[in-house]
């Protein structure tokens, strides 16, 4: 109903994910740490990278209406679709082995602010990751 298009934007450039634009519906771990509204920590993990990404989609394969689109060595993008009204918010996944951390960045396609949702989806995340 809201899907709204795929961003072309998006993707791993220079090493970095694409920072989070100025509208409070976005949160991106490799963003300066003094922007509150947008940075989150990233991942962390004490595994092998194989390891940790497999921990990963696992992770995302147990979120509800959710579809890995692009899975490659050290990136996974995936979407998520909200539940009533179809919003789709575009999910992105950077692992850094010589940090031990995956990046993150969970943007809403559409509309000005999420409400917190994309905030709320990595924790969510973040505490099933560390369980698996």
Do not use: W
């Amino acid at each position: 109903m809201f899907t709204g298009k795929r961003p072309t934007n998006i993707g791993v450039k220079n090493g970095k994910l694409t920072p989070c634009p100025k509208s409070p519906n976005c949160v991106c771990s490799q963003g300066p740490e003094t922007d509150q509204q947008h940075y989150i920590q990233p991942l962390s993990y004490n595994s092998t990278p194989t390891e940790a990404l497999a921990k990963l989609k696992a992770t995302i394969q147990n979120q509800p209406r959710t579809q890995i689109v692009t899975d490659s060595d050290n990136y996974l993008y995936a979407e998520f679709t909200s539940k009533i009204m179809g919003y789709v918010d575009d999910v992105e996944f950077l692992l850094d082995d010589n940090a031990k951390v995956i990046h993150v960045r969970s943007a809403s396609r559409l509309g000005q602010s999420d409400i917190g949702v994309n905030r709320q989806r990595i924790e969510s995340m973040r505490t099933l990751f560390n369980q698996i």
